[in-house]
């Protein structure tokens, strides 16, 4: 994989120095095609001015000879051989030429020369074409009847509209070029005066300027690419450590060093933000990883209180269950005092015989009181128990509800780092676009870092509403805590008045038994004790029935005080699975 990467880095280099070379060899062919077409053109004017010039000196020379012949000098055939030596040349005995043109003064360059046609279209000078021949038949490659275009040509009175351009063969009958011909008419012989050129001729030593134009220019791309390679190595190195970098973070590990690039320009931004949010993700990922442990840590601190409240809550149901049956035994036991206090109202005179029995249930009713006070004694025991467990449960919530909001806060950071990256990403992204197809591979780093990103914000969204969840749930269970330290101050207070009633009701006992034991004595004044002690038993009716309401209302407390452990328990175990899955998923990272 690594080699596969680096293939990629190093033909992303090449790529940026092809680009330069590209840039560089179309700049310089554009401006040397320019430049040529441009001379070519210059050239051509300049040879055509030239074949204007000549014609034009040609003239001269006819209208200085056809002086001679006015003069009578010279006859008017001798005027005009004169002038086919002097613009054809020297005549030749034998071989194809009549004349050797190339010992002419009047020519351009190697292979133009003078000729003369009359207006029938017969040749009066030519250096290789025989004096008078007809030439009316002639022919371009084009079809087109050549010597009567030459000779409308000449007469007109545009010099530019003089120049004619033909195919024609070239001199050594091996392709067919354009000929360029200027011709002048000299009315006095009946002459268009003409000369012509092939096209090549006018700028056959361009062709050397462009191959030396070709080599300077070679040289300069190839000196310019090395310059750009100098310039920017340091830039492609940094965008290599900086993809190895990124290679790393995305498999997890963050021990990546640092990319180190001294420039301002967006390159060495970009090395600077990518130094700046690895390090940042190592130290958010450090954090989260002690947070994960404390929370760990919290949630089996809660799961072992939940079990500890829920083992108290039941001893005091258990506890509840047992006043509640004392409850009910003394109001059977009150009911039957309440029965012998009436037959004793009916039957004073049988009192001697009930008081030994009256005795007997004064003795069961004070052991009735003192065990209904020892089970009173104990439930005040387990409900400030149950309290300290439920202050304990309340405490530990409060911590938890307070590390998740510390997770929270982390998480939005992550959330944020992950939203630069994802920016960073996207500008890096959008410089490779402008890069156009050499800028590819930048991209497509780019890209998988900006996936990163996105996974990263995606895991921090999930996170955060994991949180979310259990703030829900830790709020849920502060309610319910908090209702139940509620009921069991209410149960404390019930307990407190349960007490008292206990020793009114062991006091009133001590007094039925005291009145019992003066009964035979106070015979008199049994009618008084019989509503003192009817009346007594009525209260202690009254105190039963209220307590066992209170014990009803205790035991309804505790179920839903059990209830309410049981959810923060399981709470506790989400919060504890949630705890591993994100110990796990931090665990992926490398610090």
């Known amino acids: 994989m690594n080699r596969k990467i680096r293939r990629l880095q190093l033909s992303f280099s090449v790529k ?39 014609a034009e000196n040609a003239l001269v020379v006819l209208e200085a000879l056809n002086e001679q012949v006015e003069s009578g000098a010279l006859s008017a055939e001798e005027a005009q051989e004169k002038a086919r030596v002097y613009l054809n040349g020297p005549k030749v005995e034998d071989g194809p030429l009549k004349y050797d ?46 010597v009567a275009e030459l000779l409308k040509r000449s007469k007109e009175a545009d010099p530019e509209d003089r120049y004619f351009e033909y195919l024609w063969e070239t001199a050594d009958k091996s392709s067919v070029s354009t000929k360029i011909v200027y011709s002048v008419y000299y009315e006095p012989w009946d002459w268009a005066m003409m000369i012509g050129a ?23 791309i190839v000196v310019s690419a090395l310059c750009f390679y100098a310039f920017n190595r ?70 072992a209180l939940s079990e500890e409240t829920t083992a108290s809550s039941e001893q005091i149901a258990r506890a509840v269950e047992e006043i509640t049956q004392g409850a009910v035994t003394q109001a059977d036991d009150v009911e039957r005092i309440h029965h012998q206090t009436e037959l004793l109202t ?48 309340n405490e530990s919530i409060e911590r938890l509800n307070e590390k998740a909001a510390g997770i929270a806060m982390i998480v939005g950071t ?26 590819r591979g930048f991209a497509i780093v780019a890209q998988e870092i900006r996936k990163l990103a996105e996974s990263t914000s995606a895991s921090g969204g999930e996170i955060q509403q994991m949180i979310e969840s259990i703030g829900d749930e830790v709020k849920r ?26 020793v009114r009701i062991a006091e009133t006992i001590t007094d039925i ?21 009817y009346d007594g038993i009525q209260n202690v009716s009254a105190v039963s029935q209220q307590t066992s309401a209170a014990t009803e209302q205790v035991s309804a407390s505790i179920d839903e005080q059990l209830n309410a452990i049981n959810t923060i328990s399981k709470q506790a175990e989400e919060l504890n699975a949630l705890s591993d899955g994100l110990s796990a998923m931090i665990g992926k990272f490398k610090i």
């Open 16 to 54: 940026l120095i092809l680009v330069a070379v590209i840039v560089l060899t179309a700049t310089s062919g554009i401006v040397g095609t320019v430049s040529y077409q441009k001379a070519k053109e210059e050239l051509l004017e300049s040879g055509k001015l030239d074949l204007r010039h000549i």
């Open 414 to 439: 992550i959330q944020q780092v992950a939203k630069q990256t994802n920016m960073l990403a996207l500008n890096a992204g959008i410089e490779a676009a402008r890069a156009g197809e050499h800028g």
């Open 513 to 533: 038994d005291a009145s019992i034991r003066r009964s035979s004595e106070y015979v008199d004044r049994v009618s008084e004790a019989v509503q003192t002690v």
């Open 477 to 502: 269970n502060l309610s319910l805590v908090h209702e139940t330290l509620s009921l069991a101050a209410t149960l404390d207070e019930a307990v407190f008045h349960t007490e008292k009633d206990f």
């Open 101 to 146: 043109f190339k010992q002419a003064s009047y020519r351009y360059k190697e292979e133009g020369f003078l000729f003369a046609y009359a207006f029938d279209s017969h040749v009066r000078m030519h250096p290789a074409l025989e004096y008078d021949r007809d030439m009316s038949s002639a022919l371009d490659k084009s079809g087109r009847s050549l």
């Open 346 to 393: 009916e039957t004073v005179g049988k009192l001697n015989e009930q008081n030994a029995n009256v005795l007997g249930r004064t003795d069961q009713g004070a052991a009735n009181v003192a065990q209904g006070k020892r089970q009173v004694l104990q439930l005040q025991a387990a409900n400030r128990s149950a309290k300290e467990g439920l202050a304990s449960i």
């Open 234 to 303: 340091k830039k492609l190195n940094a965008l290599k450590a900086m993809t190895r970098a990124a290679n790393e973070v995305a498999v997890g590990n963050l021990n990546v060093p640092s990319v180190v690039l001294a420039s301002n320009d967006e390159i060495g931004q970009m090395a600077t933000a990518f130094n700046t949010m690895t390090s940042q993700l190592r130290e958010l990922v450090s954090r989260m990883q002690t947070l994960g442990g404390n929370t760990a840590s919290a949630a089996l601190e809660l799961s």
């Open 198 to 220: 092939y096209e090549e001729e006018f700028y056959g030593s361009l062709e050397d300027i462009r191959s030396i134009t070709f080599w300077i220019s070679l040289g300069a």
